[in-house]
């Protein structure tokens, strides 16, 4: 079992448009997965172009797939529990998809609207048009995305990427923030983890000839991952093409890594400051991306802060600590 330090407590003091089918004039489509037999009955599953996905599917709880156009691009985005249950918007990392949070999703539907969106260039949503992924303009995408739902006040979660994004958000709206979860990531990104993350996009593989060689480079660049975990997220992340599978994310996110390209002007120290809500810091112990000295430094900028930090964990603290972060997660929205 993984221990949990927590290391500070906190002080507390435009136009949308929805893809529904519907819209289409089409019934709906509300795509059921169910972990057995949810009570009151199970929709269909649907069956995705890998022929083991509908078994996997079974693995998880009932969610509906959505998309909205926002700003010209659609988005993708999943939806779990009561849609007027207090909400909770979940944002990936670089590379990931919203079905990476299916097991967060899950833990949470009972007692929340769960939200997880496909960032732009993301898992089904559209690539940017201009290439455009700086951090500020995926932070309006959550706004687009927050106005389009009418949601008026919400808790954001975001890991790496996300985070850094869910930070943009929350401290140039703070009014709308309930309670915010930054998973090892901060304004300032190690320059070790960003070299790590460069070389492992650099040697990423485009394209696979099946789902099983996915699987196994997949098991290389997370160790600590289960198979279940791993055949999710390579069943969900990963498209066909030509007779094989290439990842679900725009190229050109890809190509910036890989080059070094990839580089956010945005300073985003002051919009750390600006966020006024309880806030939770979690870090992975062995994290190379969110240094000590920037965790220093958060905390004490920003009175409403605190740290969790989870032995046995590196970047992905969702994967490899799978449980202590779900605790952690559930423990902190609730309080």
Same mark, same amino acid.
């Given at each position: 079992?993984?221990?949990?330090?927590?290391?500070?407590?906190?002080?507390?003091?435009?136009?949308?448009?929805?893809?529904?089918?519907?819209?289409?004039?089409?019934?709906?489509?509300?795509?059921?997965?169910?972990?057995?037999?949810?009570?009151?009955?199970?929709?269909?599953?649907?069956?995705?172009?890998?022929?083991?996905?509908?078994?996997?599917?079974?693995?998880?709880?009932?969610?509906?797939?959505?998309?909205?156009?926002?700003?010209?691009?659609?988005?993708?985005?999943?939806?779990?529990?009561?849609?007027? @249950?207090?909400?909770?918007?979940?944002?990936?990392?670089?590379?990931?998809?919203?079905?990476?949070?299916?097991?967060?999703?899950?833990? +949470?539907?009972?007692? %929340?609207?769960?939200? @997880?969106?496909?960032?732009?260039?993301?898992?089904?949503?559209? !690539?940017? !048009?201009?290439?455009? %992924?700086?951090?500020?303009?995926?932070?309006?995408?959550?706004?687009?995305?927050?106005?389009?739902?009418?949601?008026?006040?919400?808790?954001?979660?975001? +890991?790496?990427?996300?985070?850094?994004? *869910?930070?943009?958000?929350?401290?140039?709206?703070?009014?709308?923030?309930?309670?915010?979860?930054?998973?090892?990531?901060?304004?300032?990104?190690?320059?070790?983890?960003?070299?790590?993350?460069?070389?492992?996009?650099?040697?990423?593989?485009?394209?696979?000839?099946?789902?099983?060689?996915?699987?196994?480079? @997949?098991?290389?660049?997370?160790?600590?991952?289960?198979?279940?975990?791993?055949?999710?997220?390579?069943?969900?992340?990963?498209?066909?093409?030509?007779?094989?599978?290439?990842?679900? %994310?725009?190229? *050109?996110?890809?190509?910036?890594?890989?080059?070094?390209?990839?580089?956010?002007?945005?300073?985003?120290?002051? +919009?750390?400051? *600006?966020?006024?809500?309880?806030?939770?810091?979690?870090?992975?112990?062995?994290?190379?991306?969110?240094?000590?000295?920037?965790?220093?430094?958060?905390?004490?900028?920003?009175?409403?802060?605190?740290?969790?930090?989870?032995?046995? *964990?590196?970047?992905?603290?969702?994967?490899?600590?799978?449980? $202590?972060?779900?605790?952690?997660?559930?423990?902190?929205?609730? $309080?």
């Amino acid at each position: 079992m993984a221990r949990v330090r927590e290391e500070r407590e906190a002080s507390r003091p435009e136009g949308a448009q929805h893809l529904d089918d519907e819209e289409r004039g089409r019934e709906p489509e509300r795509r059921h997965e169910p972990v057995a037999r949810a009570s009151g009955g199970s929709g269909p599953v649907r069956v995705g172009h890998h022929a083991d996905r509908s078994r996997f599917l079974l693995q998880f709880g009932i969610h509906h797939d959505r998309s909205l156009a926002l700003h010209g691009q659609r988005f993708h985005y999943t939806e779990w529990g009561d849609p007027t @249950a207090p909400a909770v918007v979940l944002l990936h990392g670089i590379t990931g998809h919203a079905r990476t949070w299916d097991d967060e999703a899950r833990a +949470l539907a009972a007692r %929340y609207r769960v939200l @997880a969106l496909d960032q732009r260039g993301h898992g089904d949503s559209d !690539p940017a !048009p201009d290439g455009d %992924y700086t951090v500020t303009t995926m932070a309006a995408d959550l706004a687009a995305f927050a106005d389009a739902l009418r949601l008026r006040h919400f808790s954001v979660v975001g +890991l790496s990427m996300g985070g850094r994004v *869910a930070i943009a958000f929350a401290g140039s709206q703070p009014e709308r923030v309930e309670r915010l979860i930054v998973v090892d990531i901060g304004p300032d990104i190690a320059p070790g983890g960003r070299l790590r993350v460069g070389a492992m996009m650099a040697q990423t593989p485009e394209r696979f000839d099946d789902l099983e060689t996915a699987i196994a480079w @997949a098991r290389t660049a997370n160790p600590r991952y289960t198979d279940t975990m791993l055949r999710h997220r390579v069943v969900h992340g990963t498209r066909p093409v030509d007779g094989g599978l290439v990842w679900k %994310y725009d190229r *050109a996110i890809r190509d910036a890594v890989r080059s070094g390209r990839w580089r956010d002007p945005a300073d985003l120290w002051p +919009l750390w400051s *600006a966020i006024a809500c309880p806030t939770l810091v979690v870090r992975g112990a062995e994290s190379d991306v969110l240094a000590p000295e920037t965790v220093k430094r958060m905390l004490a900028t920003n009175p409403h802060a605190r740290l969790v930090e989870v032995d046995g *964990a590196g970047h992905t603290v969702p994967g490899d600590q799978p449980a $202590a972060f779900r605790r952690i997660l559930v423990e902190f929205l609730a $309080a």
